[in-house]
């Protein structure tokens, strides 16, 4: 009987060590903590990686500028600098979901939302630009998938309308501020150094395309935005694709397209306007994100690509347009 009791004993004692072992394991995950790193950016600078954190003038930098990460209702769970390098990071981040800001005199940022899943993650870029005036209008395409070349484009009016680089008029200026190409390949004989810089590129438009409040004024007065795929080049098995998807395709072909992971903002003055995450799976190359439109030569108001369709991306193919449901537009 008393070796029974002992061994009764023993066996709660073994179940107590267990059970508090297993307490501080499930303690662990629920509340497990990562480091993130990611590097800031001026959406408005050339490509050359020297020059990703400043303005024209290098005196005008990022560099120690605070960083932070919000929760949607705007309490900061996280805060950092960026360094002199150009990088930012957090330690002891909880998994979760978040918007990744900053904040220093003279510059103005965009709010990028955050997926925190695990340790070493490389966040998104910090963006940012100069100070504007609170009428200029600027439109960022950022990508994930760094083997593919997108394209940020913008069509103006009269008829036919034209796809532009940089054009100005009487009224406007619309201007390709930052331009990125692919990866450097047999087929696309690019800077290779663009492998390591951040994928984004940037349009700014300042004014109306046309005299909206004169009396010979054209009634086209929208800017409309694409992002197109100029091509993807697969660094794994050396093969250049020219017509690959932006949102990518997985339905049992012999060759699978990932998605670019591409998000669209829009930023009014200092002001964030909206955030589209583009869709995925969806195998779309050519895609109308949102329309500017002008009701004086200086007001306007922004709509996704079908005023008509709530939330709605549009799919320019050759089925023609095809409306695709966007489930978050901010």
């Given at each position: 009987?008393?070796?029974?009791?002992?061994?009764?004993?023993?066996?709660?004692?073994?179940?107590?060590?267990?059970?508090?072992?297993?307490?501080?394991?499930?303690?662990?995950?629920?509340?497990?903590?990562?480091?993130?790193?990611?590097?800031?950016?001026?959406?408005?600078?050339?490509?050359?990686?020297?020059?990703?954190?400043?303005?024209?003038?290098?005196?005008?930098?990022?560099?120690?500028?605070?960083?932070?990460?919000?929760?949607?209702?705007?309490?900061?769970?996280?805060?950092?600098?960026?360094?002199?390098?150009?990088?930012?990071?957090?330690?002891?981040?909880?998994?979760?979901?978040?918007?990744?800001?900053?904040?220093?005199?003279?510059?103005?940022?965009?709010?990028?939302?955050?997926?925190?899943?695990?340790?070493?993650?490389?966040?998104?870029?910090?963006?940012?630009?100069?100070?504007?005036?609170?009428?200029?209008?600027?439109?960022?395409?950022?990508?994930?998938?760094?083997?593919y070349d997108l394209d940020l484009k913008a069509t103006v009016p009269?008829?036919?309308?034209?796809?532009?680089?940089?054009?100005?008029?009487?009224?406007?200026?619309?201007?390709?501020?930052?331009?990125?190409t692919a990866p450097a390949s047999e087929d696309y004989p690019l800077?290779?150094?663009?492998?390591?810089?951040?994928?984004?590129?940037?349009?700014?438009?300042?004014?109306?395309?046309?005299?909206?409040?004169?009396?010979?004024?054209?009634?086209?007065?929208?800017?409309?935005?694409?992002?197109?795929?100029?091509?993807?080049?697969?660094?794994?098995?050396?093969?250049?694709?020219?017509?690959?998807?932006?949102?990518?395709?997985?339905?049992?072909?012999?060759?699978?397209?990932?998605?670019?992971?591409?998000t669209v903002y829009a930023m009014k003055g200092n002001e964030h306007?909206?955030?589209?995450?583009?869709?995925?799976?969806?195998?779309?190359?050519?895609?109308?994100?949102?329309?500017?439109?002008?009701?004086?030569?200086?007001?306007?108001?922004?709509?996704?690509?079908?005023?008509?369709?709530?939330?709605?991306?549009?799919?320019?193919?050759?089925?023609?347009?095809?409306?695709?449901?966007?489930?978050?537009?901010?």
């Open positions: 009987m008393k070796n029974f009791k002992k061994l009764a004993l023993l066996v709660i004692m073994v179940s107590v060590i267990f059970a508090m072992v297993g307490c501080d394991f499930l303690l662990e995950e629920v509340f497990r903590t990562y480091s993130v790193s990611g590097e800031a950016l001026n959406v408005k600078a050339a490509r050359d990686a020297d020059a990703l954190t400043k303005t024209g003038d290098s005196s005008v930098s990022l560099v120690g500028a605070s960083v932070m990460l919000k929760t949607e209702s705007g309490t900061t769970i996280a805060s950092g600098s960026v360094g002199s390098t150009g990088l930012y990071g957090f330690d002891e981040v909880e998994a979760g979901k978040y918007i990744l800001t900053g904040q220093k005199t003279g510059w103005v940022f965009v709010p990028v939302y955050v997926d925190i899943s695990g340790d070493n993650q490389e966040m998104p870029p910090l963006m940012a630009y100069p100070n504007v005036d609170p009428n200029v209008f600027t439109v960022i395409l950022a990508w994930e998938d760094i083997s009269p008829a036919p309308r034209t796809t532009v680089d940089y054009v100005t008029t009487a009224y406007s200026t619309v201007s390709l501020d930052r331009d990125i800077d290779v150094t663009d492998a390591g810089i951040p994928r984004v590129e940037t349009i700014t438009v300042t004014g109306a395309p046309t005299d909206v409040d004169g009396t010979g004024g054209s009634d086209d007065t929208d800017i409309r935005f694409f992002v197109e795929n100029y091509g993807r080049y697969d660094t794994t098995t050396g093969t250049s694709y020219a017509n690959s998807s932006i949102t990518g395709l997985n339905a049992g072909l012999e060759i699978d397209h990932p998605s670019a992971w591409a306007y909206g955030t589209w995450e583009l869709p995925y799976n969806t195998y779309e190359n050519l895609l109308q994100v949102l329309t500017m439109r002008f009701t004086s030569d200086t007001n306007f108001t922004v709509h996704t690509a079908d005023p008509d369709i709530q939330s709605s991306i549009r799919s320019i193919g050759s089925d023609g347009v095809i409306g695709i449901g966007v489930d978050e537009i901010r």
